[in-house]
């Protein structure tokens, strides 16, 4: 005796291939969105600072004595990180800086310091702990303290060089520099756009196109502009 069963209607099987194949569309274009905005970064077409007669800024310091001065080591080490195609995830890590190829926004800031001599988990630990009244953290953490964009804001207004925040002043926007958004952060970058706008170097989402873009003059929400 054959056992009954209910039959799948034409209609049923064609919205069933339908849902399985978006299925398969999302998860291939989640799996290489990595590699494209990796390949995406490296094939910018920009201007730099020589289109606009601007000259190349360095600094004075090199921290870590590796023979480059800090805002190109800056610069460098932020480029360095974002070549590992890190993948957007926010999570807690006990060592503070991420190790498993993961990371979000002030991880990009995080390592390009890091890459220059300057640990921003013991700087801004330190900075809390000894002028904590603006930060308002109740309990100090420093694995997570330096990870928050509302603190580093607070630390780079503490400690380095504040500039403009008119993106059109663009003679005052230089690679290796820091931004910082409402809600985000991220390293300024050595190309600009035909306005002369710089890039930024940056990790805000799963879903963006590259590591590096031109987000300047879409952004209405700039709230610091530092130079260590």
């Not at 390009?112 to 109740?138: F, H, T």
Request: charged content about 25%; overall charge negative; proline content about 2%.
């Amino acid at each position: 005796m054959k056992a009954k069963g209910r039959k799948v209607s034409k209609k049923g099987w064609v919205v069933c291939c339908i849902a399985a194949a978006l299925i398969l569309l999302c998860a291939c274009a989640y799996h290489f969105r990595y590699l494209f905005i990796h390949t995406s970064s490296e094939k910018i077409t920009a201007k730099g600072n020589s289109d606009f007669g601007i000259a190349d800024i360095h600094s004075p310091v090199d921290f870590d004595g590796d023979g480059i001065d800090d805002q190109t080591d800056i610069l460098r080490s932020a480029r360095a990180y974002i070549s590992t195609n890190p993948k957007y995830k926010s999570r807690y890590y006990e060592g503070g800086y991420p190790d498993d190829g993961y990371g979000v926004c002030t991880d990009v800031v995080a390592n390009a310091l890091l890459g220059a001599g300057y640990d921003l988990r013991k700087l801004v630990d330190e900075d809390i702990r000894s002028d904590g009244s603006e930060y308002g953290i109740e309990e100090i953490n420093d694995n997570i303290d330096f990870r928050r964009v509302k603190n580093l804001k607070i630390y780079f207004a503490h400690t380095a060089t504040a500039l403009t925040t008119d993106i059109h002043e663009i003679g005052e926007w230089q690679g290796g520099d820091i931004v910082v958004f409402e809600k985000h952060i991220g390293i300024v970058s050595d190309n600009r756009n035909d306005e002369g706008i710089s890039y930024v170097i940056h990790h805000n989402d799963p879903y963006q196109a590259a590591y590096e873009e031109d987000i300047l003059g879409k952004r209405n929400d700039i709230v610091g502009h530092y130079r260590v």
